[in-house]
């Protein structure tokens, strides 16, 4: 069975980079799409962006001047950079994996989620 | 961007009666290909999303055949034919034609 891992600072400073790392296990992590996604109570499920295992990527335009989304196929693990946060980068974090198409038909896989607070 | 609209916010349902929740887009979700690419997710109490539907209708291993969903163009409904308890949560549509964007969600509750 396939499950995912989220890691890394549950605090952040505000102009700071959020920096996230998602352990995919029990699948390998070729062939397949792998994304981010946030949750807050005001804006509800937001996409950030995904990469293929080949490195390709895909970000969210509301957010890619701010994003960038890594893969590192020896650890099966794939990593989010946010830079400049700010309190309204406070959200739950999802990596969740998509197995077409780079997400448009959504994600078959989801870590538990992990809740990352920007203050100071 | 393509904004998906939900409704209603809030379903109270009676166990064992159906549901229906309502899915519109303001822009047609056809892609190039001539898939529509319009899905379902349940997100249940302290837990993550799980997809139900994908491409407006087809379940996911493992859901429960009384969840269908149906609809064209700019227009989708989920319907649930009789609920269950373990049916509570949020029900979020998501469109992954133009980019990747959700619905605001419905909360589905019991009376």
């Known amino acids: 069975q396939v499950q995912l891992q989220e890691s890394g600072p549950r605090l952040v400073k505000p102009s700071e980079t959020l920096s996230l790392t998602c352990t995919v296990s029990g699948g390998s992590i070729t062939n397949y799409y792998w994304n981010w996604i946030r949750q807050t109570p005001g804006k509800g499920l937001e996409w950030i962006g995904y990469i293929y295992y080949s490195g390709s990527t895909n970000y969210n335009p509301s957010l890619k001047s701010r994003v960038t989304i890594s893969v590192d196929t020896s650890k099966n693990q794939f990593s989010l950079k946010l830079s400049s946060v700010t309190a309204a980068d406070t959200a739950v974090y999802y990596c969740?994996?998509?197995?077409?198409?780079?997400?448009?038909?959504?994600?078959?896989?989801w870590g538990q989620g992990t809740l990352v607070t920007v203050s100071s | 961007d393509v904004v998906m609209t939900q409704s209603p916010l809030s379903l109270p349902v009676t166990l064992g009666q159906p549901a229906s929740i309502s899915c519109r887009s303001n822009?047609?979700?056809?892609?190039?290909?001539?898939?529509?690419?319009l899905n379902w997710f349940q997100q249940r109490p302290g837990q993550s999303p799980r997809r139900l539907i994908y491409?407006?209708?087809n379940r996911d291993s493992g859901v429960p055949d009384r969840f269908s969903g149906s609809g064209s163009g700019t227009d989708f409904t989920l319907k649930i034919s009789r609920v269950e308890a373990e049916d509570v949560g949020v029900y979020y549509c998501m469109q992954g034609t133009h980019s990747l964007t959700f619905g605001g969600g419905t909360k589905v509750e019991i009376k």
């Open positions: 969740a994996r998509a197995s077409c198409c780079g997400g448009r038909m959504g994600f078959d896989y």
């Open positions: 822009q047609s979700l056809v892609y190039s290909d001539g898939n529509t690419y």
């Open positions: 491409k407006v209708s």
